[in-house]
Nanobody, 124 residues
Framework: QVQLVESGGGLVQAGGSLRLSCAAS????????IGWFRQAPGKEREFVGA????????YYADSVKGRFTISRDGAKTAVNLQMNSLKSEDTAVYYC?????????????????WGQGTQVTVSS
């Protein structure tokens, strides 16, 4: 079991940046794939990106590729989501998730553990 807590959300103007963090307690993060998802009002939860700790590789949704970057901290207890060049359509609640998975990383149902989410609001 792992417990996840997101932080770093807030209000930012379009074109600005935010850095979200997903901190973990319990089982070490290095045993999981970590996914970032977001959900805007009235919309389904969508994939943002994922980091496979076992291989050190990352995947991104086309909508954020080149603007968002996933990284891990040196202590291996958190995974960060750096969001640059933010747009109004990035406004959503952002969630991190963990799962013992190696494929279908874009599917929310594949992940076993979820954080409570953090709100990101981008004003135009």
């Amino acid at each position: 079991q792992v417990q996840l807590v997101e932080s770093g959300g807030g209000l930012v103007q379009a074109g600005g940046s935010l850095r979200l963090s997903c901190a973990a307690s319990g089982r070490p993060l290095v045993t999981y794939t970590i996914g970032w998802f977001r959900q805007a009002p009235g919309k389904e939860r969508e994939f943002v990106g994922a980091f496979r700790w076992s291989r050190g590789d990352t995947y991104y949704a086309d909508s954020v590729k080149g603007r968002f970057t996933i990284s891990r901290d040196g202590a291996k207890t958190a995974v960060n989501l750096q969001m640059n060049s933010l747009k109004s359509e990035d406004t959503a609640v952002y969630y991190c998730a963990a799962g013992d998975i190696f494929t279908n990383l874009r599917l929310a149902g594949q992940y076993d553990f979820w954080g409570q989410g953090t709100q990101v609001t981008v004003s135009s």
